[in-house]
Protein backbone atom coordinates (compact mmCIF):
# COMPACT_ATOMS: atom_id res chain seq x y z
CA UNK A 1 0.00 0.00 0.00
CA UNK A 2 3.24 2.38 0.99
CA UNK A 3 4.58 1.15 -2.86
CA UNK A 4 1.16 2.31 -4.53
CA UNK A 5 0.65 5.33 -2.01
CA UNK A 6 4.04 6.22 -3.27
CA UNK A 7 3.21 5.92 -7.21
CA UNK A 8 0.24 7.76 -7.16
CA UNK A 9 2.13 10.82 -4.81
CA UNK A 10 4.56 10.88 -7.78
CA UNK A 11 1.80 11.04 -11.04
CA UNK A 12 0.63 13.96 -9.28
CA UNK A 13 4.23 15.81 -9.52
CA UNK A 14 5.33 18.50 -11.24
CA UNK A 15 7.94 16.86 -12.17
CA UNK A 16 5.82 13.88 -14.10
CA UNK A 17 5.98 14.25 -17.62
CA UNK A 18 2.76 16.11 -19.28
CA UNK A 19 0.75 15.31 -22.09
CA UNK A 20 1.52 17.28 -25.22
CA UNK A 21 -1.76 18.39 -26.28
CA UNK A 22 -0.37 20.23 -29.55
CA UNK A 23 -1.90 19.67 -33.41
CA UNK A 24 0.42 20.53 -36.17
CA UNK A 25 -1.71 22.06 -39.48
CA UNK A 26 -1.13 22.59 -42.90
CA UNK A 27 -2.69 24.41 -45.78
CA UNK A 28 -3.72 22.33 -48.57
CA UNK A 29 -4.00 22.90 -52.45
CA UNK A 30 -7.18 22.13 -54.57
CA UNK A 31 -9.06 19.05 -55.34
CA UNK A 32 -7.94 18.21 -59.07
CA UNK A 33 -11.31 16.12 -59.33
CA UNK A 34 -13.54 18.39 -57.73
CA UNK A 35 -12.03 21.83 -59.13
CA UNK A 36 -11.06 21.78 -63.23
CA UNK A 37 -9.29 24.05 -64.43
CA UNK A 38 -11.24 26.86 -66.47
CA UNK A 39 -10.81 27.37 -70.16
CA UNK A 40 -7.33 28.03 -69.92
CA UNK A 41 -4.63 28.76 -73.56
CA UNK A 42 -3.76 25.78 -75.09
CA UNK A 43 0.04 26.63 -74.68
CA UNK A 44 2.08 26.60 -71.01
CA UNK A 45 2.18 30.24 -70.01
CA UNK A 46 5.04 31.12 -67.48
CA UNK A 47 3.88 32.39 -64.13
CA UNK A 48 6.11 34.45 -61.60
CA UNK A 49 4.32 34.36 -57.90
CA UNK A 50 5.31 37.43 -55.82
CA UNK A 51 6.66 39.07 -53.86
CA UNK A 52 3.93 38.10 -51.51
CA UNK A 53 3.53 40.75 -49.20
CA UNK A 54 2.38 39.31 -45.79
CA UNK A 55 1.55 40.57 -42.38
CA UNK A 56 4.49 40.06 -40.08
CA UNK A 57 2.04 39.05 -36.93
CA UNK A 58 1.29 36.07 -39.05
CA UNK A 59 4.72 34.53 -39.91
CA UNK A 60 4.40 32.13 -37.08
CA UNK A 61 3.86 29.15 -36.27
CA UNK A 62 1.19 29.44 -33.63
CA UNK A 63 -2.57 29.86 -34.75
CA UNK A 64 -3.78 33.01 -34.46
CA UNK A 65 -7.19 34.05 -34.32
CA UNK A 66 -8.53 37.47 -34.36
CA UNK A 67 -10.74 38.43 -31.39
CA UNK A 68 -11.49 41.86 -31.79
CA UNK A 69 -10.49 44.49 -34.36
CA UNK A 70 -7.76 45.25 -32.11
CA UNK A 71 -6.87 42.39 -30.44
CA UNK A 72 -5.47 39.02 -31.57
CA UNK A 73 -5.39 35.11 -29.77
CA UNK A 74 -2.49 33.22 -29.94
CA UNK A 75 -3.56 29.57 -29.76
CA UNK A 76 -1.43 27.64 -26.82
CA UNK A 77 -1.99 24.51 -28.40
CA UNK A 78 -2.74 24.77 -32.16
CA UNK A 79 0.17 25.30 -34.82
CA UNK A 80 0.95 25.42 -38.79
CA UNK A 81 3.85 23.06 -39.25
CA UNK A 82 5.51 25.91 -41.47
CA UNK A 83 5.50 29.22 -41.28
CA UNK A 84 1.97 30.65 -42.72
CA UNK A 85 3.82 32.55 -45.65
CA UNK A 86 5.95 29.96 -46.75
CA UNK A 87 2.93 27.33 -46.78
CA UNK A 88 0.37 30.07 -48.61
CA UNK A 89 2.90 31.08 -51.01
CA UNK A 90 3.32 27.35 -52.33
CA UNK A 91 -0.35 26.22 -52.23
CA UNK A 92 -1.11 29.19 -54.26
CA UNK A 93 1.78 28.04 -56.99
CA UNK A 94 -0.11 24.27 -56.64
CA UNK A 95 -3.59 25.71 -57.28
CA UNK A 96 -2.11 28.32 -60.41
CA UNK A 97 -0.41 25.24 -61.85
CA UNK A 98 -3.41 23.12 -62.17
CA UNK A 99 -5.64 25.70 -62.55
CA UNK A 100 -3.54 27.34 -65.75
CA UNK A 101 -2.41 23.74 -66.69
CA UNK A 102 0.99 24.69 -66.90
CA UNK A 103 4.12 23.20 -65.04
CA UNK A 104 6.14 27.15 -65.71
CA UNK A 105 5.71 28.30 -61.87
CA UNK A 106 8.45 30.11 -60.32
CA UNK A 107 8.91 31.85 -56.92
CA UNK A 108 10.05 34.98 -56.12
CA UNK A 109 12.92 35.87 -56.51
CA UNK A 110 13.99 34.48 -59.68
CA UNK A 111 16.78 34.38 -62.04
CA UNK A 112 16.48 37.45 -64.78
CA UNK A 113 17.00 34.99 -67.54
CA UNK A 114 13.83 33.05 -66.47
CA UNK A 115 11.44 34.22 -69.12
CA UNK A 116 8.14 34.94 -67.62
CA UNK A 117 5.28 35.93 -69.05
CA UNK A 118 2.76 37.08 -65.96
CA UNK A 119 3.90 38.35 -63.01
CA UNK A 120 1.40 37.76 -59.62
CA UNK A 121 2.53 40.68 -56.83
CA UNK A 122 0.13 39.96 -53.97
CA UNK A 123 -0.47 42.35 -50.84
CA UNK A 124 -2.54 40.04 -48.05
CA UNK A 125 -4.06 41.75 -45.43
CA UNK A 126 -6.11 39.49 -43.45
CA UNK A 127 -5.99 35.55 -43.18
CA UNK A 128 -7.23 34.51 -40.21
CA UNK A 129 -10.12 33.47 -38.18
CA UNK A 130 -12.66 35.76 -36.61
CA UNK A 131 -14.80 36.23 -33.70
CA UNK A 132 -17.81 35.32 -35.33
CA UNK A 133 -16.16 32.30 -36.53
CA UNK A 134 -15.60 32.86 -39.85
CA UNK A 135 -12.13 31.92 -41.69
CA UNK A 136 -11.23 35.34 -43.88
CA UNK A 137 -8.83 36.58 -46.41
CA UNK A 138 -8.90 39.81 -47.94
CA UNK A 139 -5.70 39.90 -50.57
CA UNK A 140 -4.85 42.60 -53.21
CA UNK A 141 -3.14 41.39 -55.94
CA UNK A 142 -1.83 42.90 -59.44
CA UNK A 143 -1.01 41.21 -62.50
CA UNK A 144 2.23 42.18 -64.45
CA UNK A 145 3.76 41.97 -68.01
CA UNK A 146 6.52 39.84 -66.90
CA UNK A 147 8.41 41.37 -69.97
CA UNK A 148 7.65 44.99 -69.54
CA UNK A 149 6.81 45.40 -66.02
CA UNK A 150 3.89 46.81 -66.43
CA UNK A 151 0.22 46.78 -64.76
CA UNK A 152 -1.77 44.66 -66.92
CA UNK A 153 -4.52 43.98 -64.19
CA UNK A 154 -4.98 45.28 -60.47
CA UNK A 155 -8.11 43.74 -57.99
CA UNK A 156 -8.45 42.53 -54.79
CA UNK A 157 -10.20 39.29 -53.57
CA UNK A 158 -12.41 39.30 -50.36
CA UNK A 159 -13.44 35.48 -49.10
CA UNK A 160 -14.59 34.34 -46.00
CA UNK A 161 -16.33 30.64 -44.96
CA UNK A 162 -17.79 29.29 -41.77
CA UNK A 163 -15.58 27.72 -39.47
CA UNK A 164 -17.24 24.73 -37.89
CA UNK A 165 -16.47 23.32 -34.08
CA UNK A 166 -14.80 19.92 -35.78
CA UNK A 167 -11.00 19.90 -35.06
CA UNK A 168 -9.29 21.11 -38.24
CA UNK A 169 -12.04 22.79 -39.66
CA UNK A 170 -9.60 26.24 -39.76
CA UNK A 171 -6.68 24.77 -41.86
CA UNK A 172 -9.85 23.81 -44.45
CA UNK A 173 -11.56 26.88 -44.56
CA UNK A 174 -8.73 28.70 -45.01
CA UNK A 175 -7.01 26.48 -47.88
CA UNK A 176 -10.55 27.12 -49.76
CA UNK A 177 -10.05 31.17 -49.22
CA UNK A 178 -6.58 30.21 -50.97
CA UNK A 179 -8.55 28.43 -53.84
CA UNK A 180 -10.96 31.50 -54.44
CA UNK A 181 -8.37 33.82 -54.51
CA UNK A 182 -6.42 31.26 -57.29
CA UNK A 183 -9.29 31.15 -59.13
CA UNK A 184 -9.84 34.53 -59.92
CA UNK A 185 -6.05 34.85 -60.49
CA UNK A 186 -6.14 32.36 -63.11
CA UNK A 187 -9.62 33.83 -64.72
CA UNK A 188 -7.72 36.72 -65.36
CA UNK A 189 -4.80 35.36 -66.51
CA UNK A 190 -6.27 33.05 -68.75
CA UNK A 191 -8.49 36.22 -70.16
CA UNK A 192 -5.30 38.27 -71.08
CA UNK A 193 -3.85 35.62 -72.64
CA UNK A 194 -6.37 35.01 -74.68
CA UNK A 195 -6.87 38.94 -75.62
CA UNK A 196 -3.35 39.32 -75.84
CA UNK A 197 -3.24 36.45 -78.45
CA UNK A 198 -5.92 37.95 -80.16
CA UNK A 199 -4.48 41.51 -80.41
CA UNK A 200 -0.92 40.30 -81.62
CA UNK A 201 -1.29 36.79 -82.52
CA UNK A 202 1.73 35.72 -80.18
CA UNK A 203 1.20 32.54 -77.99
CA UNK A 204 2.91 33.10 -74.64
CA UNK A 205 4.88 29.35 -74.16
CA UNK A 206 4.75 28.83 -77.92
CA UNK A 207 5.79 31.15 -79.67
Same mark, same amino acid.
Given at each position: ??? &??????????? /??????????????????? %????????????????????????? +?????? +?????? !? /???????????? /?? +?? #???????? /??????????? +? @??? $???????????????????????? &?? *???????????????? @???? %??????? %?????????? *???????? $????? $? !?? $? &??????? &???? #? !?????
Amino acid at each position: MAF &AACLAMLGCSP /LAPRQDYTKFFVLTPLSDR %TNPPPSAPDSKIAIGIGPIDFPDYL +KRLEVV +KRATPN !R /LDVSPVDRWAES /LD +KN #FERVLAQN /LAQLLQTDRVE +K @YPW $SRRTPIDYQIVIFVERFETTADGQ &AQ *LNARWIIKDGTTDKDL @YASE %TLAALPV %TAVDGSTPIA *LSEDVGTL $SKEIA $S !RV $S &ALTVQHR &AETG #F !RPGVD
